[in-house]
Each structure stands twice: as structure tokens, then as C-alpha cells.
């Protein structure tokens, strides 16, 4: 039993003393470590997220456009890049930007909607040429895709 008027501090124990000085509760001072560390991770987290989307590695091996990596048409930076497609052939539209986007024809001959970060399927239309067209969402971005 310790003397009179004196208390005994366990070991792992801390008194209660800064409380009582600055008006705050022994773990207010851990709140904000905390708080600090969940926000770190956080950033962290995001930082390697991006790292992870990684950037452009060079052409995809076999393919003959290496800004879209085969036929179709790729989506990155609000632009678009097309390479030929075979009239009547399915083709790859690849969004690489973080929103969504659409290919449409002016003429309608094809329209596909693909999310941010996202493929999509279309297919050419049956007839060669080359077909203007445009993202229906953002209409300053536009293109051409040639159909052989």
C-alpha cells in the first residue's frame, strides 16, 4: 500500500497529469497520430494505385498501332487514336482516361458507350471508307476510324 496522498503508477500505466493541465483527456494526444497514420496510408494507397496504371510500355507485341495496341480505337488524355478495323469485324474501343466516353459515327453507323478505365466491343459497319466520329458526352473530341 503506498503512503498517504501518493498513488502507485502501474508500469504501461500513464497518469492522468496532462489532462488535468491542458484540459485534455489522457488520449486526445493519440487522435491525431492516428488520424496522421490513416492519412498516410491513405496516400500511400492512392500512390500506388497510380503507380500500378502504370504508362506506356511500347507497342503490344504482334500488334501494328502502337498507340491503340491492335485494331480499334483507344481513348487517352480526351483523345482519340484509331488503327483500320476490317468492315464487319468486331473491335476493341479501350478507355484508358478515368471517365466515361462514347465512339459514335456522325453518320450513326456505330455508337458504344465505355466506362472510365474500361473496354468496350463494337462492330464496324459493313462498308469500307472512313467514318468520322465523336464522343457524345465531351463533342470537342473527335475521329476518324478507316474501315477496310
Do not use: K, Q, W
Amino acid at each position: 500500500m503506498p503512503p498517504a496522498g501518493r498513488s502507485v503508477i502501474r508500469r504501461g500505466h500513464r497518469p492522468r497529469i496532462r489532462g488535468m493541465i491542458t484540459g485534455m483527456s489522457a488520449t486526445s494526444s493519440a487522435r491525431p497520430r492516428a488520424r496522421r497514420a490513416r492519412v498516410a496510408v491513405a496516400l500511400i494507397a492512392s500512390a500506388l494505385a497510380l503507380t500500378a496504371c502504370g504508362g506506356d510500355d511500347g507497342p503490344a507485341p504482334g500488334g501494328d498501332d502502337a498507340a491503340s495496341g491492335g485494331d480499334g480505337v483507344t481513348i487517352d488524355g480526351f483523345s482519340f487514336a484509331a488503327s483500320p478495323v476490317t468492315a464487319g469485324a468486331s473491335f476493341t474501343v479501350d478507355n484508358r482516361d478515368s471517365v466515361a466516353h462514347t465512339v459514335t459515327a456522325d453518320d450513326g453507323a456505330f455508337d458504344v458507350r465505355v466506362g472510365g478505365g474500361s473496354t468496350a466491343d463494337a462492330t464496324a459497319p459493313d462498308e469500307p471508307g472512313t467514318y468520322a466520329f465523336h464522343c457524345e458526352i465531351h463533342p470537342s473530341m473527335t475521329g476518324e476510324l478507316v474501315v477496310r
